[in-house]
């Protein structure tokens, strides 16, 4: 039996995951954040470009 992507049976609620400081979307874990997932703060390279709103 081959596996694909619609064949998933994994439990995705489970991983972790936060928002991101600059735009607050959810990010969930992903393995290539395995090693520094402490560190991910922004969910994509155009929101670590743009400037935060000021608080």
């Given at each position: ?31 290539r ?23």
């Open positions: 039996m081959a596996k694909s992507k619609e064949s998933f049976k994994g439990n995705k609620a489970a991983l972790p995951s936060k928002n991101c400081v600059s735009c607050g979307l959810t990010m969930t874990w992903r393995r954040w395995a090693k520094n997932w402490a560190e991910v703060k922004y969910c994509s390279d155009a929101c670590r470009k743009k400037p935060r709103p000021a608080q």
